[in-house]
């Protein structure tokens, strides 16, 4: 049976997972819960973040990524400070350490601080390929950004070339200065933990061929399935939040996707 695309799903992350093909995915974006033992609010909206487990929760679902990518395809896990080691080990073991391709730091450098240590002001993301080398990356069509120390490039260049490149910024390294989604901003939608189109959009540029099928097991607000409307790729996306598939639902219906939603 053909596989249907550009769907919302009401459901477990690990229950959709296991209903979806082998190797039906070509990228996929898994932002979970992080495990802060806290319930994560914006406005009336809310979900738990709490587990017996967190370790097992991991494993379970890597499992689940691994067995859903294509040859092709890549994972993003989304995770931070809290678990994200333990998180490594249990992925390195599911994919296989000779196909992580490494870490992403989102560095974000906003709200409040501490006085007794550094201020935590990133998260980081782990990203696997199901077969290192045979997996999608395209350079050339990832957003640049402003060099750093732009007159370095009129070293051993000639001053066209360097004034070229300057014009044309860099590719991004792994660590990734882009704002969070401030309170007023437009893209704001009120679900907890919203991620920024910004930092979906790179990813899904980098990683996915036109046309491709993104998979995103814990939507929350929705941003996968815009992004990767937007873009020119497919999505399944599911939550097991009727709150998250309701703004999901709401965003696509007002950004003009067709999608259907499954309860």
């Given at each position: ?27 996929i ?62 992925l ?23 006085k ?5 002001k ?20 990832i ?31 792994d ?43 814990f ?43 499954v309860?």
């Amino acid at each position: 049976a053909q596989m249907k695309t550009n769907v919302v799903y009401l459901s477990e992350a690990s229950r959709l997972m296991s209903e979806l093909s082998e190797g039906s995915i070509d990228l996929i974006y898994a932002d979970p819960p992080f495990g802060t033992n806290n319930r994560q609010r914006s406005g009336d909206l809310s979900y738990s973040d709490s587990f017996d487990d967190y370790v097992q929760f991991i494993k379970e679902h890597a499992a689940h990524l691994q067995r859903v990518l294509n040859d092709s395809g890549t994972a993003y896990v989304h995770l931070d400070y809290r678990w994200v080691h333990y998180a490594k080990v249990e992925l390195d073991l599911t994919f296989g350490r000779e196909n992580f391709l490494g870490e992403i730091v989102w560095s974000y450098n906003f709200g409040g601080r501490g006085k007794n240590f550094f201020a935590k002001k990133h998260d980081t993301i782990l990203v696997y390929a199901k077969q290192k080398g045979h997996h999608v990356f395209n350079y050339d069509d990832i957003d640049r950004i402003p060099y750093k120390a732009p007159e370095m490039q009129y070293v051993g260049r000639s001053r066209e070339e360097a004034e070229r490149r300057i014009a044309a910024g860099q590719v991004p390294t792994d660590v990734w200065d882009i704002p969070i989604i401030g309170t007023n901003s437009r893209e704001r939608v009120g679900y907890p933990t919203q991620k920024p189109t910004s930092l979906i959009r790179r990813i899904v540029v980098a990683s996915s061929p036109v046309g491709g099928v993104v998979l995103d097991p814990f939507c929350g607000s929705g941003t996968t399935a815009i992004v990767a409307a937007s873009v020119g790729r497919r999505f399944i996306v599911c939550d097991k939040s009727e709150d998250a598939v309701r703004v999901t639902g709401e965003r696509l219906t007002h950004a003009m996707v067709q999608f259907d939603t499954v309860r």
